[in-house]
């Protein structure tokens, strides 16, 4: 008896719904082995198969990695390039390679004062301003793990030079300025998986943030102006609202970008030279982890952490990284190790990590 063609379609479409990963393997199995392949050969897997494709694409991929501690933080910087354009490139630690990160949204090439954060796979490039246009709303976010730009919900109050910090799976954003005289002290929360914005008040909140910082389900803010004192806050999750800094030690020499390890606050200090600093914060007092080679990192420069490595990048994506478990000093210099710097002259703006 012949089968109808409906009957053969169906057949066909089982047949490739129940088609395992990897063949004569129970597809927990498969992915065991699959997801232990290096992240910088993810899209290489990608053009296995559909199957394969949309595995690495999937929440279920990442979560599986996390789970299981295999996951690889990569390094993601928003940076201006010589022709004052906005531009994202990425650095795979292990390889130790610069990449520029190709399609950024046109609209957001020419602003100036947005943010940049990230969660879960995905990148945010938040609010902004430009020469003709007041601050924005608008948000796009970066999937990583299919190298594609697509507009967010925009946020619930337009905002430029602003601060955005990730903290419990959600983002914060905190003060800003724009073209007029009107001035931020709100802040927003927006949780990915509504893909929504809340709106938020608080008297503690001032709009000129220069610095954030998450560091023990904590978010630390500081800034001031030319003619006020510097000033931070900090914003307790538990308790879920914003309180001043009364550790006057800590806010006057929190003087750079700022990054979290193992519970310790680093900063940059880039007033006389690279100096990087430790925040001890049982004895609250700054210690001097030592001074960076102006050479190697080319000021002004930003701050990421992986894992207990701190990479210092600067102008040209010119990129130190200083081991914390191994920090020495010879001749009053850090010993560290070095990225080479990409021929472009770009300057930083912000550094992030993400991590599949």
Known sequence: MELSQNTFEDSTQEESTHTPLISGLPDEIALLCLARVPRRYHHLLKCVSRRWRTLVCSEEWCSFRRKHSIEEAWIYALCTNSANQTCCYLLDPLTRCWKRIQDIPTRCLKRKGMAFEAIGKKLYLLGGCGWLEDRTNEVYCYDASTNTWAEAAPLSTARCYFQCTALNEELYTVGGIGLGTNELSSWDTYNPNSNSWTSHKDPNIFPEVEESLALDGQIYIRGGSSITPPRAVFYDSTVKIWQPVDNSEMVWNWRGPAVAVDGRMYVLDQISGLKLMMW???????????????????????????????????RGLSTVVVDIDKVGNVGGVMVSSSIPKLDSNVYVICCKTLSI
Do not use: D
């Open 280 to 314: 001890k914060k049982e004895n609250k007092e700054w210690v001097v982890v030592g001074r960076l080679s102006t050479f190697l990192a080319r000021p002004p420069c930003q701050i990421v952490a992986v894992g207990r490595s701190i990479y210092v990048i600067g």
